[in-house]
């Protein structure tokens, strides 16, 4: 009986904990998007938070992974915020982002005046170029436009002229570009890049705070969170911040920023994961350490500016980041 008992008071207090941090800093009120579609959003994982905790918080592993995240320590490693990107890094995923730009042009019938006898087709080294010098879908598609014409399509017969109509046109081809990448994700046929899972639950065994930071849709990011990461880990999150939650987009550092502020972390203290020199300019500029696990598309790119540069993470442990981190601000 007296075992039953603490075992029962043991279960509380990790809930309490769980909630009082996880709800707070990760969901709420911190978890602000700027847009009406990521309302939707947020009430969704909102709902999800809940409902996990009342599902599995009786089950050994959960109790496990919080006791061990709530009693561990890292004061006395430099490494206190160890933050991913999602697009590139968790999986790749840019020919999933061309295919469904490409099947959202088809669907709406896009037209620019360079390409009037076929819909809008982006071919897969004109998309590398383009995703690594513009951050989010929808300053890509508007720089696109701006560059080659507004298009035609079913939205509007002619092209849009006035700045209202042109983000209305934006706003569609985006809106059915993301249902359409959900559908891909869904699919089952997308699996997480070699080492991330592995690496987050070193860094969540640790007392190291763990973030993911994407340029992308938030819905889209949920998505591929809960399919690739699962519900635990996504769940476990100390912060999560996607595209919506910020005015501008990475090179800007303005996403870093912000996710240093919600950890409750000086930036020097964090060490970012990206693929991009887009994804590494933002965290330089933000004052974070960074490595680079590259992928096909960013391979040549130039990354002079990061701590280390990877193929992948199958090798990488949280040590290696440790020392990297603390050699950075050693030698400052």
Known sequence: ?????????????????????????????????????????????????????????????????????????????????????????????????????????????????????????????????????????????????????????????????????????????????????????????????PGVLRLMDEAKAAGIKLAVCSAATKSSVILCLENLIGMERFLGLDCFLAGDDVKEKKPDPSIYITAAKKLGVLEKNCMVVEDSIIGLQAATSAGMSCVITYTTSTASQDFKEASAIYPDLSNVRLADLESLLQDVILSK
């Open 1 to 193: 009986m007296a075992s039953s008992s603490s075992s029962t008071t043991t279960t509380s207090l990790l809930l309490s904990i769980h909630s009082s941090r996880s709800l707070k800093s990760l969901f709420l009120p911190d978890f602000s998007p700027s847009s009406s579609s990521s309302s939707s959003s947020t009430s969704l994982c909102q709902s999800y938070k809940l409902r996990y905790t009342r599902t599995h918080h009786k089950t050994n592993s959960f109790r496990k992974s919080f006791s061990i995240s709530a009693s561990s320590s890292s004061t006395n490693s430099a490494l206190q915020a160890l933050i991913f990107d999602c697009d590139g890094v968790i999986l790749e995923s840019e020919h999933l982002h061309r295919q469904a730009y490409n099947d959202a042009f088809a669907h709406f019938n896009v037209r620019c005046s360079c390409s009037t006898s076929e819909p809008l087709n982006w071919s897969s080294d004109f998309y590398d170029v383009l995703q690594n010098q513009i951050g989010g879908g929808k300053p890509k598609m508007r720089w696109y436009f701006k560059e080659h014409g507004w298009p035609s399509s079913l939205i509007f017969d002619s092209p849009p002229k006035d700045d209202s109509d042109r983000a209305k046109l934006i706003d569609t081809l985006q809106d059915w570009k993301t249902e359409r990448y959900k559908e891909i994700i869904k699919s089952g046929s997308v699996e997480p890049r």
